[in-house]
């Protein structure tokens, strides 16, 4: 199952789900088209061991995605070295490493923060584990933080939904400067809104998800 922060909705198989239809959800894809789709209730969903997720609303898809209906329910540790998902209880806690960055963010639903870029403000970037990229950018903040540097490579990506698919400008560029710390090697899309990417949050070899305090917290071993 995918953890993806940058869905407001969950989505499951509903032929394998005893869900009640209760109405349709506009399923908006990253290249801004939509579609409708049903939308079911299920009284109650296990999520790992021993939690349960009572209510749970979900849209039907031929794909199992976590989206932030049921994250913003409880806490979660991923770790990237050993590729696994825990979920813990709200009210639970991890020791985090002093020097693990933090991204705090608003929003329930829409986990939404900000950046530092090369000394520059950021506003409104989603925190997008369902997304590979490392950063995206929309022109106009793109061009403000990154104008005068000249990337070491320069490509188009393909960004491909069920509904569409569509090209954008990709530069590499050798170091970039992000809440204070420096990062080689940095992909950013040009695209029609601002996010950071689980291809950024790989740099580490851990992330913990912190729901109750709205926090992202993201370190290295």
């Known amino acids: 199952m995918t953890f993806d922060a940058g869905a407001t909705m969950t989505m499951l198989n ?24 049903k939308v079911y209730l299920k ?17 039907d898809l031929n794909e199992n995605i976590l989206g932030m209906n049921i994250i913003k329910q409880a806490n979660w540790h ?27 963010y608003q929003r329930g639903r829409r986990p939404m923060t900000y950046l530092n870029i ?16 490392d950063l995206k950018l929309c022109e106009k903040d793109a061009f403000c933080v990154l104008g005068n540097i000249v990337s070491a490579k ?27 710390s420096i990062y080689e090697n940095v992909k950013v899309t040009r695209f029609n809104k601002n996010l950071v990417g689980l ?9 913990f998800w912190d729901s109750k305090h709205k926090k992202v917290y993201l370190w290295n071993d």
């Not at 090369?118 to 990229?133: H, I, P």
């Not at 291809?199 to 992330?207: A, C, E, N, V």
């Open 14 to 37: 509903h032929n394998n789900q005893d869900g009640i239809c209760v109405g349709i959800f506009a399923l908006i894809d990253a290249n801004k088209l939509w579609k409708g789709t």
């Open 43 to 59: 009284k109650s969903l296990p999520i790992g061991e021993n939690i349960i997720i009572q209510n749970v609303v979900y849209a």
């Open 78 to 104: 991923i770790s990237f070295v050993d590729s696994i998902i825990e979920v813990f209880p709200l009210d639970s806690s991890m020791l985090i490493p002093e020097d693990a960055i933090c991204f705090k």
């Open 118 to 133: 090369n000394g520059r403000k950021v506003k409104n970037v989603l925190l997008d584990t369902g997304s590979d990229s």
């Open 154 to 180: 320069t490509d188009t990506v393909v960004v491909i939904t069920p509904q569409s698919q569509k090209l954008y400008v990709q530069n590499v560029y050798e170091e970039v400067k992000i809440n204070g």
């Open 199 to 207: 291809g950024f949050m790989r740099r580490f070899d851990h992330l």
